[in-house]
């Protein structure tokens, strides 16, 4: 079992910035992969962007290549997604989630942004 929890969602204005964190415990050693999906209102979960404990082997979704950066303290087991550029759609539910012999995901963090 892997144990998820996600911080630094938030309100902000179109234009600015927002850092995620996910903190994740338990038997992180059987991770494989981590990652960010998210889900706007009426929307199915998509993708965002996804790395590995070493912080190797990055992907992004094309919505939000060159504007959003994962990156991970493997000390701290904590996986951060800086969003720079925000827009109107990219108000969504944030979702952290690991691959770790199974699926695991956090609770979700919200992100609004205002025009």
């Known amino acids: 079992q892997v144990q998820l929890v996600e911080s630094g969602g938030g309100l902000v204005q179109a234009g600015e910035s927002l850092r995620l964190s996910c903190a994740a415990s338990?038997?992180?050693?059987?991770?494989?992969?981590m990652g960010w999906h998210r889900q706007a209102p009426g929307k199915d979960r998509e993708f965002v962007a996804s790395?590995?404990?070493?912080?190797?082997?990055?992907d992004y979704a094309d919505s939000v290549k060159g504007r959003f950066t994962i990156s991970t303290d493997n000390a701290k087991k904590t996986v951060y997604l800086q969003m720079n550029s925000l827009k109107h759609e990219d108000k969504a539910v944030y979702y952290c989630?690991?691959?770790?012999?199974?699926?695991?995901w956090g609770q979700g963090t919200q992100v609004t942004v205002s025009s």
């Open positions: 790395i590995t404990w070493a912080g190797d082997n990055i």
């Open positions: 338990g038997r992180t050693f059987t991770t494989v992969r």
């Open positions: 989630w690991c691959y770790a012999l199974g699926n695991y």
